[in-house]
């Protein structure tokens, strides 16, 4: 995984005008707790990769942030954005439903990679290279999280998948041997699993990822206009050449072992469903 809420205050009906973007528009914003992508402190989102790039985006926009931006729970995040009770949602990736409600811009705030987590002691004993690789062990998936259909379809047709509320447990979960594998989002993992202590305990299998999937903030279609999803993509774009962008990155990735080339916005493959 891991997303925030826009909510405009003015008429809905000027959304959808062909009239530039302006201050005029404010947006009230909100996501989960999914770090290093954004780190919430009781109800709000503080810190986090995603957030600083959607703030600077929006202000080289000219438009306001009302208020602090809100951490939900995800499940309720995605209700909201599906619904159309807020404005948009990060980060989130693609999927069939979200697509049918939300303008997704062309512009991905970043690039991301699943993979799977083994014991170090396991290291010469599982492997991935093809998902026929996890015939006959069990890996661990946390509820609400989208994955991929083939993902799931294989998993399902194996009966060999154990779901938890979250990532922590799954990672207890592996660590106690109670699980063979855990998918997690690479990024988010290592920050889960360096506040744990399990760094030494747990480990990537980095050859073959799962899938890659890219991170959006999205926005829903009774609420935004399409002219808005399309000028913040552009910004976005621009804003990725910028050294601002680049010290973001480096503020919450320098110290992982992620391939850039990868990882970083100039690496546009994938389309898969995540967080």
Excluded at 117 to 123: A, E, G, S, T, V
Aim: proline share 4%; net charge positive; glycine share 4%.
């Amino acid at each position: 995984m891991k997303y925030a809420i826009l909510l405009i205050a003015c008429n809905v009906t000027q959304l959808f005008m062909p009239t530039p973007v302006s201050g005029e528009i404010r947006l009230t914003i909100g996501s989960d707790h999914w770090p290093p992508y954004e780190l919430a402190e009781k109800d709000f989102v503080t810190h986090g990769f995603s957030k600083q790039v959607v703030e600077a985006v929006l202000k080289r926009m000219d438009v306001k942030i009302e208020g602090k931006i809100f951490r939900y729970p995800f499940a309720r995040l995605e209700h909201h954005i599906l619904h159309g009770h807020i404005d948009a949602a990060f980060s989130l990736s693609s999927n069939t439903e979200r697509q049918t409600a939300c303008y997704f811009p062309a512009e991905p705030l970043i690039d991301s990679k699943w993979v799977l987590f083994i014991r170090q002691k396991d290291k010469n004993r599982l492997t991935f290279a093809t998902l026929n690789d996890l015939k006959g062990k069990t890996i661990g998936v946390v509820r609400q999280y989208a994955y991929t259909p083939a993902f799931w379809a294989f998993l399902k047709k194996e009966n060999n998948y154990e779901t938890v509320s979250n990532d922590e447990q799954n990672f207890i979960k592996l660590r106690s041997g109670r699980i063979d594998y855990a998918i997690a989002e690479y990024a988010n993992a290592l920050t889960i699993l360096e506040k744990m202590g399990l760094n030494d305990e747990l480990m990537p299998l980095l050859t073959q990822p799962v899938y890659k999937t890219k991170l959006y903030l999205i926005f829903n279609k009774r609420r935004i206009s399409e002219q808005f999803a399309t000028q913040f993509s552009d910004t976005l774009k621009a804003f990725k050449d910028t050294p601002e962008y680049e010290r973001f990155y480096h503020d919450y990735f320098a110290s992982q072992p992620i391939n850039k080339a990868e990882f970083y916005h100039v690496c546009h493959r994938g389309n898969c469903v995540v967080h």
